[in-house]
Structures are given as C-alpha cells and as structure tokens.
C-alpha cells in the first residue's frame, strides 16, 4: 500500500500537550514539514518562548535554547552571531512578542538578524489561562478584560507583519492563518520561503500565523475556525507584506 | 629591568578587561553603554570585528544579557559588561543562565547607587553579586580585582572557572580600578583542561541525542534535584577555587579585610600603621563567591580583632562574621558610594588606630 | 622608594597628558606605577586632576589624602587642594594663574612658576602641562629629564611627534623657572 501521509522527521512521535482544536499542533506541523522540504534538520537550533510554545524541545527533534519571556529575538541573535552556519528560529506567541518581547524583536528585526520569526498570534495569553493580549480585539472578553477590551484604555491590537515590514531591516514578512485548508496551504508557503530567507542569507523574515485557542475563547473547535475568519482576519488582513528578494 | 619594562603595557582597567578577554578567545560581546565602563564595549567595538567575532550594541542590557545566553548556548566564549543599574536588568538573563547551567562573563564595574545614583566608585553591589542577584535560588562565580594586572588576569580566569563549572562567573570591580592605569604584563591565556561542551545547541543528523538548553523543570522532583546538584557544585568551587591575598597577616594583632580598590587603599594605610609600631595586617578575598571561608577561620584562630572597610554600610562582613571563630569580633568602617566618599590611606590608617587593641 | 604626585587643574591644561607623561617615564624608569584619573562630566572646562603614584615595588593606594607633591595649574584647585599637600612637601603653584596671597601653608614649600607666562613665550600656551612636568622633575628629583623626553614618544600620537623638541624645552624652562 502506498503511504501518503506521515509524520515529518523533524517532529518527534510524540502526543502534545496542545488542546484540541488548537493551532499551535497545525503551525508546528508545517515548520516540522518545511525544515524536512529544505533539508536543513541537521543544521537547525529552535529558540522556544514562555507560554504554550516552551515545549518546542519536546516535539521538534532539533536542539532548543529555551528563551526567558519575550528575549527569544536576542537569543537568537546570540546564537546566529556565533554560529552563522546555522538555522535559527524563534517560535513565539503574541503576549512573549509583542507585550513583553517587543523591544527585543523590534531590534533583532531592525538589525536584519538573518533569523526566521514563527508568531502565533490567538490574541490571548493561552498558557497562563486567557488574559488580555497586545493582540486582543477591540471589544474582546478575556480573564483580564471582562468587560472586553477598551481601546480608550488598552489601546488597539498591534499589528505586528505591518509593523515590522515598515522596518528596513526586515527583507520578508507575512500574516497567515490555518482555520480552513486554502488558509493552511497558503500558511505551509510562506513559512517555507521564510525559511528560504535564511537559507539564502537575505535576511530577517517573519511570519504571523492568526491561530485558535478555542479554551480560552470558550468554543467549540469549529466554532474557533469560524472567529478566525469572522472576527480575526477582517483585524488582521493575511498578505505579504514585504518579500524583498522576491522569494 | 629595561627588558621587563619594555614587555609590559599601560593600560586602563577596563582597557585590561577587554584585551584579557580578547587573549582568552572570547568571541561575541554584546552590551549597552554605561558609565564608568564604556571603555570596554567601545575597545571591543574596534577589535572584535578585526578577530572575526562579534560585537553588537545591544537596545538594552535585557538584549545583551539573552545574547549572551543565546552565544553561550552554541557554545562560544561570550562575554557582557555594565554597572549598577544596566546589572539589574541583566538579572533576569543571568537568573535563566545560572538555570540552564551556562558559562559567560558578565563584568560589573559598580558605580554609586541606589537607582541612578552616581558614577563614583561603589562596593554596594556585593550582596547582588554574591547572592546570586535574581530570583530562583543559585550563585555566581563572583571575582574582585585590586588592580590592573587583576583586570586582566582574573577576567581570564572567570572565562576558564565559567567553562569547568558551568556556572556563570562575574568580574566585580569599581571606577577606580576600571579607570585607573597600571603596567600589565599581558600573560598569555593559561592552560587550562577545560571539560568538553557535549551540551551545546549545534544543529544535530539523524541519530545524535537531541540537546536542550533550558531552565524549566517540571517532572517530579526533578528541580529539587538540580538545585541538590547545584549546591554540590558551590561546595567544590569553595573546596577548589577559593583565592585570596594576605599581607603581613602572621603577627597581626589587628588584620584589615577589604576587597578591591579598598584593600589597595588599605595596603598604604597597614603600612602606615606598620611604621608606627602596629601590628596589622590586611585579609583581601580575591574570590567573593566562592568566599574564602576556611581561610578566614584559620586567621581568626590567633587574630582575634578584624576591621573590616567596604564602600557601602557594609555587606561583605556579614560574610566576615559567618567566616570568623566566635569569639573573634569584626569592627567596622564604611563609607557609603558617592562624590566625595572615597577613602584616603590617612584616613583609614586613622581607623587603624582607633580600632587597635589597647593590649597590644 | 615610594612617589606620590597629585595633578589639578582645569580640563583643557592637558592635566591628564602630564599625569600620563610622567607615568610612562617612571616606567622607562623601571618603576611600578598607578595613574588615577578623576574630571568632571565636562569634557572642557571642568575639573581635571590626577594621582600618579610610582615605586620600585607595591605602588599600593592609587589614592593618596595628603600628596607629598602637588602641582596646582588653577585658582580653584589651589583653593580646594593646596592644604592637602602633606607637612614637608611641595606645592607648585601656576603663579600666572594663581594668587596664593590668602593661604598660609606652614611646613610646606611653595614654588611659584609663571606656566602661562612661559609657554606663552615659547610659543603655545598648550605647553602649560609641559612647563609643570618640568617644573616637577627639578623639585622632587623623583625621574630623570631623560625619561621624560622618551616618554613623550610613548605618550603623544605619531602625528605630533615633531612638537617634541619644543615640549622638551618648555619642560627645561619649567625646571629652571622652580629652581628659582
């Protein structure tokens, strides 16, 4: 019998953590897919972030520097800096890149590290139990935000792929998501030229993928496929926003 | 003597830092600028390019810190440097650092504080240094320096003692020694067996056993057990590592303990003190973490009076105290960081005297 | 033997450059040395001093309370430092620049030297420091005219290197105008 579907090599045979429904399982699929299509496991160094995304090391099968909160951008700055022969990626969500993380990633961007940025954007802190975001929508009802968020107040979700593209040191930067199957496809695309990025030494490149966290939004899976399209993507156009080399 | 003369170079403190980290195959610095020890970022801004390493200016000390990390992780010499407060922000790096057993140099040359404070010369950073400075539980190697030849030398010892141990290692010194000139001999690095990095990240083919840097513990037991191992390892530094100088301590009937650019100004002050007939003699701990502990005990065996001087309201004698046999006592002069506060040799040969033993 | 000198002035009168000058020649001297900068948060203008200290063995506190030898190039260094010169020491005093008629300082030797006013005469007032240093070497016999003429080349860039000469002769003038 033909096998036509298998677990990727750079992914550990292991069950996640991960909820059900939950895009983190989707997005790590696909960077897992990508290091195996480009061949570059052997070479590979994760950078795992604080919240749901710190057991990077127990599902990809390469070596993991495990970040504190928001510094994954200067770690790998680090580690690129003294290993340039190497693959870095950071993998991080919206409350470690753009509340606490977000000097460190401005800079790293702005200095066109030659790293390969993985956000996942659910607009909630998912690990610590569904607290307001940078990311948060207007109106949105989180643990710290009952009364949803009041941009009068808490200002108005960052919108991170436009931010950075504004940066001259950023040469490729997209927003994707994976609620429905064109939308996973697509997001399987431009994680791979991300990752060509760096390959070919053009550059910073980053991409923001809009991912359910259907707990804490308090829905069903389907339901949270659905708010994606609905409620995240009118927010958080998907797009390329800046593909300098035309990769 | 011409030829001798001819070998050495006069340096800065910081200076002496830079080019002993430079000799001992530190590869990336990362750092913020920060007086009083710019000095060092801009010597390596200029020289590490020139060695094909590595050098950034980092948006933060918060950046440098976790660059360090991330260097350290791939198993490079890597090195940072700052004062009081951009230390503080390293805290957090250097917590998660000592957390993922990593080496690295972090250089603190302490200026004046609480919060912005001052640029002059301080020693109110021991207990930050000494006692680990973040949160979680853990210690750093911690070395002080009396001089410029100290600089360079101890820097490089705190690459070599950062490697064996897997701990991160400080060099804790002020403005005075970081900005003060002296002939060093620039030794060559030492050396050292040092134990291979089979931990580091590198990028693995199918096979290899996967290696993970990482601070999180969250089986059973399992951080109960690195903090054991943890604190096996502090008992062997103290067992191996502990490095200090006395002067003139055999007949002492008083023995002055400072540290750093203190104990060089107390040096004139016992030799005063010598010249008028006291016999005193100075305890200087070269390593603060560990600290030499048994070395103090066996002083206070026959010294029972110690007089311990510190730029602050006193910080390092709580380790004197803990150190000494019971029934000795420590006196003891501070003199607070600030403009102004610097101690002169009279004025601690005149503490000397007030704190003599009249038996004598 | 253990030398001790303590430099002040404002910044600008190339106190920082004397301190190095001399430090260099007391290490073409074989000695140990310990220069200990201190200025204000001013690049010009400010405060500017230092303490030179140098030996044949432990140069031990780079900071010294009461200098055997003080060389005050301002009004205002003279007015804050010249009591600290230590009993039976030297004081050398700018004269162009300074009036020590207010201060009495019993048990220690004042020299005055017009530094401006000679540097001025060679050429460039900028030898100031020069003019000190000499001035300093023919008081305290602590280094030789030699040692400093070698620490020039060490202390000053290539590209100034053909001003040594002049910087020699604004250190002898300095010598002969302290010998009095």
């Known amino acids: 019998m033909k096998q036509i579907f298998t677990r990727p090599e750079s992914l550990k045979d292991v069950a996640t953590h991960f909820c059900p429904g939950c895009h983190h399982g989707s997005v790590h699929r696909l960077v897992a897919e990508i290091l195996d299509d480009l061949g570059i496991r052997s070479q590979t160094i994760g950078v795992a972030s604080v919240g749901c995304s710190v057991f990077l090391y127990g599902y990809f099968d390469v070596d993991v520097i495990e970040a504190p909160h928001g510094r994954a951008p200067a770690v790998a700055t680090g580690a690129k800096r003294a290993r340039p022969d190497r693959i870095i990626f950071t993998y991080q969500g919206d409350g470690d890149l753009a509340a606490i993380g977000m000097s460190e990633i401005i800079h790293a961007a702005n200095r066109g590290e030659d ?7 659910n607009t909630t802190y998912g690990m610590t139990g569904g607290q307001m975001a940078p990311t948060t929508l ?35 930067s997209a927003r994707v998501a994976l609620n429905n199957p064109k939308n996973v496809l697509n997001a399987r695309k431009q994680i791979k030229t991300a990752f060509r990025y760096q390959v070919e030494k053009k550059g910073f490149s980053f991409v923001e993928a809009l991912a359910s966290c259907p707990t804490n939004w308090g829905m069903s899976a389907l339901d949270a496929n659905q708010r994606v399209t609905d409620e995240m993507i009118p927010c958080f156009p998907l797009a390329v926003y800046k593909n300098s080399a035309n990769l | 003597m011409q030829a001798a003369a001819l070998e050495k170079i006069f340096v800065k403190g910081n ?62 010499r890597a090195m940072t440097s700052s004062s009081g407060p951009g230390i503080s922000l390293k805290q957090e790096g250097i917590s998660y650092m000592a957390g993922s057993e990593l080496p690295g140099v972090i250089v603190d040359i302490m200026r004046a504080g609480p919060g912005l404070g001052g640029i002059d010369a301080s020693q109110a950073d021991y207990w930050q240094a000494t006692r680990g400075g973040g949160h979680g539980g853990y210690r750093i190697i911690v070395l002080a320096p009396a001089s410029v030849q100290e600089m360079y030398d101890l820097t490089m010892m705190a690459f070599d003692l950062s490697d064996i141990y897997r701990i991160p290692a400080m060099v804790l010194a002020d403005s005075v020694i970081g900005q003060m000139k002296e002939s060093v001999i620039p030794n060559p690095r030492p050396v050292t067996v040092l134990p291979p990095k089979e931990w580091v990240v590198r990028g693995r083919e199918a096979g290899e056993a996967q290696n993970v840097v990482k601070s999180l513990y969250l089986g059973d037991g399992e ?86 001087i510190e730029l602050s309201t006193g910080q390092m004698i709580d380790d004197v105290r803990l150190a000494i046999a019971r029934d000795a006592e420590v006196a003891f002069y501070g003199r607070p960081p600030g403009a102004g506060s610097l101690p002169t040799p009279e004025e601690l040969f005149e503490q000397i005297r007030k704190n003599y033993p009249t038996h004598a | ?42 690049k010009r203008g400010g405060a500017a001093m230092c303490t030179i200290v140098f030996a044949d063995g432990d140069t031990g506190s780079p900071v010294v309370g009461n200098p055997s030898v003080s060389v005050l190039l301002n009004q205002l260094s003279f007015d804050k430092y010249a009591a600290k010169v230590k009993q039976g020491g030297i004081c ?42 000499g001035a300093y070497i023919e008081k305290s016999g602590a280094l030789l005219k030699e040692s400093l003429e070698a620490a020039l080349k060490k202390a000053l860039p290539e590209r100034n290197h053909k001003l040594i000469p002049a910087n020699v002769q604004a250190m002898e003038a300095g010598a002969l105008a302290a010998r009095g």
């Not at chain 2, 830092?17 to 390596?44: H, K, N, W």
């Not at chain 2, 023995?255 to 005193?280: L, W």
């Not at chain 3, 220690?108 to 460039?124: F, K, S, T, Y």
């Open chain 3, 1 to 42: 033997m253990r030398y001790d000198v303590f430099f002040a002035g404002y910044g600008g009168q190339g106190v920082l450059l004397a301190g190095n000058l001399l430090s260099y020649a007391a290490i073409h001297e074989g000695k140990n040395v310990s220069f200990f900068p201190a200025y204000g948060v001013e």
């Open chain 1, 115 to 121: 790293i390969t940025v993985i956000f996942v954007n």
């Open chain 3, 92 to 133: 050398i005093v700018n004269s162009s620049l300074v009036d020590t008629s207010a201060v009495a300082l019993p048990g220690v030797e004042i020299i005055m030297v017009p530094m401006n006013q000679i540097a001025l005469d060679m050429g460039d007032v900028r030898m100031v420091n020069m003019v000190a240093c």
């Open chain 2, 223 to 308: 951080m109960e057990k690195f903090h054991w191992k943890m604190a096996a390892r502090y008992e062997e530094l103290a067992e191996k590592e502990c490095r200090w100088e006395e002067v003139q301590t055999a007949d002492a009937e008083l023995i002055v303990t400072a540290f750093g650019s203190v104990a060089r100004i107390a040096k004139t002050a016992i030799a005063m003190a010598r010249e008028a007939g006291m016999k005193v003699g100075l305890m200087r701990p070269i390593t603060l973490f560990p600290f030499p502990k048994k070395a103090y005990a066996a002083l206070s065996e026959r010294c029972k009076l110690f007089l311990d």
């Open chain 1, 138 to 172: 207007p109106g949105q009802k989180t643990s710290t935000s009952p009364y949803g968020r009041d941009t009068a107040k808490d200002g108005s979700p960052f919108k991170m792929a436009e931010l950075l593209a504004t940066l001259d040191g950023v040469a490729f």
């Open chain 2, 15 to 76: 200076e002496a830092v830079a080019m002993a980290a430079l000799e001992a195959g530190c590869r990336c610095y990362f750092g913020y600028p920060i007086t009083p020890q710019s000095d060092i970022p801009e010597y390596l801004s200029r020289e590490l390019p020139r060695r094909g390493g590595e050098f950034i200016q980092a948006e933060s000390e918060i950046g440098a810190i976790n660059m360090l990390l991330g260097a350290s992780a791939t198993g490079v």
